[in-house]
């Protein structure tokens, strides 16, 4: 007996956007038996694991704090990804958009300026993130360098920068020599949204891109030209289409993004440069951009899910007194469930009773 | 919005006397909870985990008065989530074990004034929020002379996390301290830009120890640099715990965390509502670290050790007593001068005759 | 022992573990699967390994152990990406995240405890050989593992019939179908091999480089090895080459702070990283970039029947 894929043929544009939902309601079914293995209370621990991050308006927003880097991240490199550009570094463009926004805040520090530095730090974060993300899309086109390698190695690169700055030249003079910068100035805090929150413009600015990005990939020459050269290159390239323009424009479009979830992320949660910034944003966001099929809104669904399960995962400790690990593997076990019902949905899935005979073909 | 920490505290202590203390918490029907928020893994086997048996201590002391919860590996980015979630979970007392966690909990102790905050290390008190740490740079001096007496090729080998005020201090003390035993000894430093990377201290250690050093002073929590000081027969020094047993043969000492006491101390202040913001830097008196028995020492050396451990303890010996002059030849403090506490905690200097770069 | 044999010495047991980890991700993807989840199989190695070397008592049931490990977490995404054709970064990745928690707690209740680091195999006559007679035959059974590694698979691949099949199911996996090979059971035992190397790596860092265990202490080594993959151009002795520069540079640049270079650790700390892209960006410029990954890389196979 042996497990044979086939093709669904009416795989509808409705079903691969209602898929993910389906397979939470399947993961969830099975987490409740997970639970019960582990001796707890099934109903309690799925009650803490989903819906405590969507229990009321506080958590509602901290949930979107949360989801809001991950979702813009992911937009972006869904663009690298679906034309067949290997961007892993987002981690990196994402501090590169803190370093560039965060200098600004640092330069205007302690002088009266106006409401236009948060704008100019959201810009100049999405300047750096592309300014980064800008080496391995030249590398690549110009002499042909893998992006695997040069957008990985950039992420330490950037890290360590990060890390020199805070500690030596933009470190806060009246800090006691502690590694952090000044506090930002009100004016170039991201701005919130609510007075009982941390939500702020970032989230609404991530809801755009979706848009923007889902428009453009299903509306615009340019969305066809994106998935042209990932499905097909060939067939691109006698369309006139320039393959390594599309590399220079996807990686900036990915850096800007990454380097704006940047920025937003340290005027928002931080309030200030410290020597480590992200718990991982960017490369959390791999997973959601391909949990998301690659489609905006999926990322925006699938940012979502997972910013559940990481605040799910905080609130399990807390109210379960469960080790960190255990939620770790938990969420582990999600993905698997996630992404195995995710192929059941594409393929047909049957048990066939016969001897192999793969050479048939 | 500049203000230092002492203003702060003459200001804070007035006003959380006033304001936020209302109502004890009556022990037995109602569990005082108590929130850990650690930066690395509960079994990260150093600094968070000597945060934890700290924890283990109040539980074991205060019994059914207290209950507590942990947060493990928490980035800055969430800890204000984190901590709000533990007092709306009714957590009235939540240390914060980190610097970096230091400005958000700044940010979230307003938002929850029945909560009372400690953070370890921190650059100003708040209604309520307390700082606490150790003098661990006192046990660095005792290192350094006992370093100096084991030392054949003079030079000690230091495996240093991040140049921070903590790690600089550190080192500074340490040569303080060897010099006093023998003015000729030298020290080299080597950055591994990490807290714990077991990989890169052994690495460190090794090259530390290829280059000649044959004393190796760690300021990371793995236990990786003394084994391979055990492997290549020189003598190293434990982080946060007891680590003899990594290096029965190398192992000379260690400096050996133990926050327990300070935490029952804090929790029986929050349920007799006594509890008021402090800034809170204990030395080896304190009970806030201890130096593990010596090893592999003689007799003379080990008493030595104790005597200067004991001349730091009483305060006869004072480790940042002048003369102090900085690499670049400038005086900080003339002999007969001391640095006062902000100072040591801000130092970004080394003193002359050690030869490290710095960021500036 | 001179002070360039004992940095020599060094720089092997630095890269040994990138070694091994990379030259079984090389097998992977040389078959088409791109296996995101080294981290995650490396960890796990890491924690058994030592976990069964302290209840057994003996480094090689820890070996033995860890290799298991590895292979048990690659099965559980071979059975994701081949099986069910899920994607292979997500599930990579999610090994990944499932590793790192999973480690923890079987590591747990060995958080703590302490062996001894594996005896050194001295090769009788080799490892009197000057300068180069210690550093390179005079080390850990790991060491030479890595060496066969590099040499039997550099053979697998280059000279054998079945190395041809799989570098075929990487290329070309419709063809390599076409033409009546299993490219999913080919794909299965790569990625099991990759898994085992994993494992192996995870027991050499757990066992012998610092030999105890703590949660997360592969810091990111998984990462690095996949990075090598790339520099090598999916080519086994490149790939060598690649884990001795890196481990190299990693040495050199303590070696330089231990001795008082002036310049900030964090510039010292990006030189491993920097000098890996201009290394690989020198090749590239030199040979006109002759070998590319694999064509069907990272795309799932199923078959149509």
Redesign the interface.
Known sequence: MR?????RENSSRWMSLLSPLIAVALTIASGAVLFAAMGLDPAKALAIYFLSPISDT?ALQ?LA??ATPLVLISVGLSLC?LSNNWNIGAEGQFVMGAIFGGGIAIATHGVANGPWVFPAMMLAGMIGGAALAMIPAM?KTR????E???S???V??AE??L??LV???WRDP???????SV?FEAEAQTIRLTSDG?INIGTLIALVVVVLAAFLLSRMLKGFEIRLVGEAPRAARFAGFSQSRLTWTVFAISGALAGLAGII?VGG????L??????GYG??A??VA??GRLNPIGCLIAGVFLAITF?GG??A???L?L???????????L??FV??C???L??R?RLVRSA?Q???? | MNINRRQVLGGATALAGAATLGQPVFAQSNPLQVGFIYVGPVGDFGWSTMHDLGRKRLEEVMGAAVKTTVVESVAANDMERVATQLGRQGHRLIFTTSFSFFQPTMRVAPTLPNVFFESATGTQTAANVSLYNARFYEGRYVQGVIAARKSKSKTIGYIAAFPVPEVIHAINTVMRGAWSVDPAMKIRVIWVNAWFNPGREADAARALIDQGCDVICQHTDSPAPLQLANERGVFGFGQASDMTRFAPKAHLTSSVNSWGDYYVERAKAVIAGTWKPGDVWGGLNSGMFKLAPFTNMTPEEASEAQRIADAISTGRLHPFDGPIVRADGSTVVPAGGRLTDDQIRAQNYFYRGIEVALPS | MTMFEAILLTIITASTPLLIAAIGQLVVERSGVLNLGMEGMMIMGAACGFAAAILSGNSYIGVLAAIAAGMGMSMIFAVLTLGLAANQVASGLALSIFGLGLSGVIGAPFVGARRDTMARLDLPVLSDLPVIGKALFGQDPFVYASFALVIGVWWFLTRTKPGLILRACGESHASAHALGYPVLKIRLFAILFGGACAGLAGAYLSLVYTPFWSPGMTAGRGWIALAIVVFASWLPWRAMAGAYLFGGITILQLHAQGAGVKIPSQAMAALPYLVTIIALVIIMSRRGGQQSAPASLGVPFVPDR
Do not use: C
Request: hydrophobic letters at 50%.
């Open positions: 497990l044979v894929l086939s093709k506080w901290e704090v949360k990804y590398l002499l042909s360098v893998n695997i390698l040069t990985l190695m950039l330490y690169i360590l920068l890390d020199w500690r030596g030249p009246k800090g006691f020599n502690f590694p952090q506090m941390r992320e949660t931080m309030g200030q410290q020597p480590t910034i992200s718990p490369f959390t791999i997973i391909f949990l605040i905080e609130n400790q807390i109210a007194r080790p960190l690990d255990v939620t770790r593997v938990f969420q582990g076990l993905l698997f992404l195995a995710d192929a059941f594409i393929y899935v192999p793969e050479r048939s073909a």
